[in-house]
């Protein structure tokens, strides 16, 4: 892909698609892991401080209070707290 192809969202550089993921991202409330539901860390709530109040997420380009784009670096874990994409809490993947 190009750089030319990339659209301006929330001050990021974006795929034209982006807008689309960001919106169905905010669908996806809670996660199951180890088949228990958990409510899904909300930009602004993790334990770090990742700029939310002046920034969108640097990874997925939503704003402060809006759910991480599934994959996204910063979502944490609502299980144990650590990034959500790497931490060994065993995630129920059955769908997106
Ligand atoms: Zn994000
Ligand atoms: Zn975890």
Known sequence: M??????????????????????????????????????RVR?????GDWGADEVSCHDCAVVKGQLHVPGCDVER????????ISCDCPYDVDDE
């Open 43 to 47: 930009y602004g709530e993790e334990a």
């Open 2 to 39: 190009s750089s030319e192809d990339r659209i301006i969202f929330n001050g990021r550089r974006v795929l034209p698609d982006w807008p689309e993921k960001i919106e169905m991202a905010q669908h996806v409330s809670h996660i199951s892991i180890g088949g228990v539901d958990y409510p």
């Open 77 to 84: 874990c609502p299980l144990c707290g650590g990034q959500a």
